[in-house]
Every structure is written in structure tokens, then in C-alpha cells.
């Protein structure tokens, strides 16, 4: 059984920041791929920041210079700093975890439960 849980969302103003964490535990043997999606209301849910075992990103456009993905694979967490949040970044923010078991012998895609953030004008 493999869980991903996420914390620090909340509601902050225009211009703030906000750090998420997403840790994964459970029978893990190995963790590929790590990132953060968002679903904000009445929109299809989007890709906002990966990162690989090895430390390389992929970011958004939309996010790019503001948000920071990074990861602690000792801790299997990886993390999102936001800054100079606006109010279009308001979403349920959702991690996603490539994770191999040894009960799978694969590769599934794990998702947390979701986060609110939400960005006052």
C-alpha cells in the first residue's frame, strides 16, 4: 500500500507564497518521476511542475520564475514553493508520484488527495 499526503495549502493574498509538501510512504522500492498538478474550478486538470530522480524540472509556462519544484529522496517528498502567487493560481493542487513495488514489479502513477490554495485579488 503506497500513500501520497500533502500539506501546506491555505489562502494567502496576491504576491504571497505558499511551500507544499507531498510525502510518499508505504512499500516503496523505487520512485521515478515526482510533480504537482492543479484542477482549478470547472477546468481540466493541468500540469504544473516535475522533477525526475536525477533532479531535472519541467515547469508550466504560467509558473515559470514564480514556482520551485524540488525533492529529498531520502524523505520521498517532493516539494513546490510558490511565490508571488495571483489569484488564476487558485486550484486544488494534487501530487503525483511514479512509483515501483515490489508487489506491482511496475511502474504505477499514485496521486494525493489534494490541497486547496487559494489566491485573494
Known amino acids: 500500500q503506497v500513500q501520497l499526503v500533502e500539506s501546506g495549502g491555505g489562502l494567502v493574498q496576491a504576491g504571497g507564497s505558499l511551500r507544499l509538501s507531498c510525502a510518499a510512504s508505504?512499500?516503496?522500492?523505487?520512485?521515478?518521476?515526482m510533480g504537482w498538478y492543479r484542477q482549478a474550478p470547472a477546468k481540466e486538470r493541468e500540469l504544473v511542475a516535475t522533477?525526475?530522480?536525477?533532479?531535472?524540472?519541467n515547469y508550466a509556462d504560467s509558473v515559470k520564475g514564480r514556482f520551485t519544484i524540488s525533492r529529498d529522496n531520502a524523505k520521498n517528498t517532493v516539494y513546490l514553493q510558490m511565490n508571488s502567487l495571483k489569484p488564476e493560481d487558485t486550484a486544488v493542487y494534487y501530487c503525483?508520484?511514479?512509483?515501483?513495488?515490489?508487489?506491482?514489479?511496475?511502474?504505477?502513477?499514485?496521486w494525493g488527495q489534494g490541497t486547496q490554495v487559494t489566491v485573494s485579488s
Open positions: 508505504g512499500s516503496i522500492f523505487s520512485i521515478n518521476a
Open positions: 503525483n508520484a511514479e512509483i515501483y513495488t515490489a508487489q506491482a514489479m511496475a511502474v504505477i502513477d499514485y
Open positions: 522533477i525526475t530522480s536525477g533532479g531535472s524540472t
